[in-house]
């Protein structure tokens, strides 16, 4: 699935208020019926997961975070301070890839490149560097699949829409990571300095990756989110894009049914 956007044509003081008529579409997706709350299961499943992968793999972050103290020294773990949910935030755990910076905000552009340590690029491209969220799922700030955790300045932002994005806790991966990720990793790969980079988040790539969330959101399912973990498992695994792709006129990919706001007005037809 491809998804395109002419946010370059966008001017940026349209992306300062969800009233915006360019981003209207915002205020009705997120004031969608029909969407309910993470669900009970979702919760349990992702207890006994996390619990069954930490009993192999916590021998492989011991030899992770012993062989970073080696080649990189302290911290071992980056702590970033993301939103669980509109004034609820939280420290999520990765393994330290980058050289250290006081300083250090925003997303990660052309400009940061020079920090990514070769341990670093390593740990990113296996994915192995987000391990340590198995913690934060234990803890119930994340789960495996939901949107990708948020700046606190971007659900102030956005509350209306991250008010809606955020019933479901954030995710190791998600509909958004696997459809977008490759796609934004090339937009910011271009920004050269933190203002371009910053400037391209905002007006292509947290639309998009927003508008992506909410499809997840009113789509949910047990069976859409083991499908989003084995593709992308399949990724990492291969090192290969094999992100699903839409063609035109062929049938949508993802393992869903109708929305619920589509079921509701479906059956009141009688």
């Not at 670093?120 to 987000?130: A, T």
């Not at 234990?138 to 955790?149: A, E, K």
Request: with cysteine; aromatic share 8%; charged share 25%.
């Amino acid at each position: 699935m491809t998804i395109h956007h002419d946010w370059d044509n966008t001017d940026a003081t349209q992306l300062r208020a969800l009233t915006s008529p360019k981003m209207a579409w915002f205020i009705g997706e997120a004031k969608a019926p029909g969407i309910n709350p993470m669900p009970r299961s979702k919760r349990a499943f992702d207890i006994a997961l996390a619990l069954l992968l930490l009993m192999p793999l916590s021998l492989v972050m011991l030899s992770v975070a012993g062989l970073l103290l080696i080649l990189q020294g302290r911290p071992i773990l980056y702590a970033a301070h993301r939103m669980r949910a509109p004034n609820q935030p939280f420290t999520q755990w990765k393994f330290r890839t980058m050289l250290c910076e006081e300083d250090d905000f925003g997303a990660t552009g052309a400009h940061k490149h020079w920090r990514i340590t070769p341990m670093g690029r390593f740990l990113r491209r296996s994915r192995i560097d987000e391990l340590p969220q198995l913690f934060n799922i234990l803890f119930g700030d994340m789960s495996f699949v939901g949107p990708r955790p948020p700046l606190r300045e971007y659900v102030e932002r956005f509350p209306a829409v991250y008010a809606q994005v955020l019933h479901s806790r954030p995710g190791v991966t998600g509909l958004a990571t696997l459809i977008y990720h490759r796609h934004e990793d090339r937009i910011l790969a271009r920004c050269k300095s933190a203002a371009a980079t910053e400037a391209a988040y905002y007006r292509r790539c947290l639309p998009a990756k927003l508008k992506i969330d909410l499809i997840y959101q009113r789509h949910r399912s047990m069976r859409l989110d083991l499908w989003i973990l084995w593709s992308t498992l399949k990724i990492v695994i291969s090192r290969k894009d094999e992100r699903p792709r839409r063609r035109r006129g062929a049938q949508t990919y993802l393992p869903v049914g109708p929305s619920p706001r589509a079921r509701k007005s479906n059956g009141s037809r009688g």
